[in-house]
T-cell receptor, first 115, second 112 residues
Framework: SQKIEQNSEALNIQEGKTATLTCNYT??????LQWYRQDPGRGPVFLLLIRENEKEKRKERLKVTFDTTLKQSLFHITASQPADSATYLC??????????????FGTGTRLLVSP | DVKVTQSSRYLVKRTGEKVFLECVQDMDHENMFWYRQDPGLGLRLIYF???????EKGDIPEGYSVSREKKERFSLILESASTNQTSMYLCAIQTLRRTEAFFGQGTRLTVV
């Protein structure tokens, strides 16, 4: 069966360090992978999209890698700040029986950055 | 700025009531989605719509229906609310190019 796995345990790091979150998937061949941030009681907010032919993508302090051989994406936040504390979700497309594509989300990893 | 507006942030309803959750977008995006989010289960797709009056079932459509009479508005209907439908409901939009999704602020529904 198709699965998207993110570490369900919270990741605790100190301010200024680099946070690395992992997204592993099985039985998918995604054309792209997305990362979202979700704050408590709020809807997810899109951060980055990386395509299958891209190894790495950056946006300010964020970096995403995508290894289609390992079926894994890594999400890095450099020089982390307490304001980065949130839950981070990865998402892939999956084809439905009708031929339409839907976004499927991992359960997310909670990041806690302490001062 | 993209705006996806859900009609309520918090809602408390009684078992058996018919419940309407509304979602309105200002981006003219074709695809609209309803998800529910529960601890440990993540986001699960209930229904989506790719055009006016068009809809497709997601992974967990039982107990729900949807309506899209206008492009900007997508409604989720709980025909007869039950306690196991207590959840966070999230509306999302996406273009036909299927890139990033934009979410509403969510509706925390409690069925008592």
């Amino acid at each position: 069966s198709q699965k998207i796995e993110q570490n369900s345990e919270a990741l605790n790091i100190q301010e200024g360090k680099t946070a690395t979150l992992t997204c592993n998937y099985t039985n998918y061949s995604p054309a792209y992978l997305q990362w979202y941030r979700q704050d408590p009681g709020r809807g997810p907010v899109f951060l980055l999209l990386i395509r299958e032919n891209e190894k790495e993508k950056r946006k300010e302090r964020l970096k995403v890698t995508f290894d289609t051989t390992l079926k894994q994406s890594l999400f890095h936040i450099t020089a982390s700040q307490p304001a980065d504390s949130a839950t981070y979700l990865c998402a892939l497309e999956r084809a439905m029986n009708t031929g339409f594509q839907k976004l499927v989300f991992g359960t997310g990893t909670r990041l806690l950055v302490s001062p | 700025d993209v705006k996806v507006t859900q009609s309520s942030r918090y809602l408390v309803k009684r078992t058996g009531e018919k419940v309407f959750l509304e979602c309105v977008q200002d981006m003219d995006h074709e695809n609209m989605f309803w998800y529910r989010q529960d601890p440990g289960l993540g986001l699960r797709l209930i229904y989506f719509s790719y055009d006016v009056k068009m809809k497709e079932k997601g992974d967990i459509p039982e107990g729900y229906s949807v309506s899209r009479e206008k492009k900007e508005r997508f409604s989720l209907i709980l025909e007869s609310a039950s306690t196991n439908q207590t959840s966070m409901y999230l509306c999302a939009i996406q273009t036909l190019r299927r890139t990033e999704a934009f979410f509403g602020q969510g509706t925390r529904l409690t069925v008592v």
